[in-house]
Nanobody, 113 residues
Framework: QVQLVESGGGLVQPGGSLRLSCAAS????????VAWYRQTPDKQRELVAS???????DYLEAVKGRFTIARDNANNKLYLQMTDMRPEDTAVYYC???????WGPGTQVTVSS
């Protein structure tokens, strides 16, 4: 069955960087529109970045210029490179195949000094 598994989360200081990975099985991500979402306990899950075929990536305004979404078709992975991180980036981050019920379990990202 289809599985998405995120990794790479953790604790980082403000201004620091992290790279999240999403490994997929039983589905070839290169044929789908994919995205990263995030959620905190007091907010709804929000779209952080999306990568749709034949289109430029889209980003949440708050992360533009700091985050980059990319896919590695050879290894069937999706990445989110996060730089200049801020405390408000603290959340659980999820990868998702757009238009499907497929979500990963999430990885916690905490930005704090």
């Amino acid at each position: 069955q289809v599985q998405l598994v995120e990794s790479g989360g953790g604790l980082v200081q403000p201004g620091g960087s992290l790279r999240l990975s999403c490994a997929a099985s039983a589905i070839h991500l290169e044929f789908y529109d994919v995205a990263w979402y995030r959620q905190t306990p007091d907010k709804q899950r929000e779209l952080v970045a999306s990568l749709r075929r034949l289109r430029s990536p889209d980003y949440l305004e708050a992360v533009k210029g700091r985050f980059t979404i990319a896919r590695d078709n050879a290894n069937n992975k999706l990445y989110l490179q996060m730089t200049d991180m801020r405390p408000e980036d603290t959340a659980v981050y999820y990868c998702h195949v757009l238009g499907s019920e497929y979500w990963g379990p999430g990885t916690q990202v905490t930005v704090s000094s």
